[in-house]
């Protein structure tokens, strides 16, 4: 498996998903921490540090959850005219947002354990309609 649940906010990945993003990305977007090796392959937390503030505030919905906000539809400012490869936001840390040339890496190597939403979905109507999300590789 490419992709281990952990956390959401600090992905598990292996050592070739480590190798696509690290080609993509310097250490100062992204930082790697090794967490073992299972099965004969390496695992990293993948801890992204490139937060950007690019949400647009009136047209994105947010829910509160234990006392923070969690982002439930997300629209980008109109002045965002380039998507990074990888990047956080300061509204939500807990949600990793990437661009379509990560996904064209992650399907290309047939990635495991994975799966892209795109911004603008609501996701907790997805989850409350037991909807699953279109993955990449399971």
Known sequence: CDFVSWM?????????????VSNNCSESEVEFLPMGVIRN?????MNVINII??????????????????????????TMNE????????????????NEVFVAD???????????????????KMILSGASSKGVGG
């Open 8 to 20: 959401s906010c600090a992905p598990v990945v292996s050592e070739r998903i480590k190798v696509i």
């Open 41 to 45: 392959t390496e695992y990293f937390a």
């Open 53 to 78: 503030d690019v949400i647009d505030m009136d047209s994105s919905e947010f829910i509160a959850m234990d006392g923070t906000s969690v982002l439930r539809k997300v629209k980008f400012l109109s």
């Open 83 to 98: 998507v990074p490869y990888l990047f956080k936001v300061p509204q939500d840390s807990g949600a990793i947002f990437v």
């Open 106 to 124: 992650i399907s290309q190597v047939k990635a495991t354990g994975v799966c892209f939403i795109a911004p603008d979905t609501d996701v907790l």
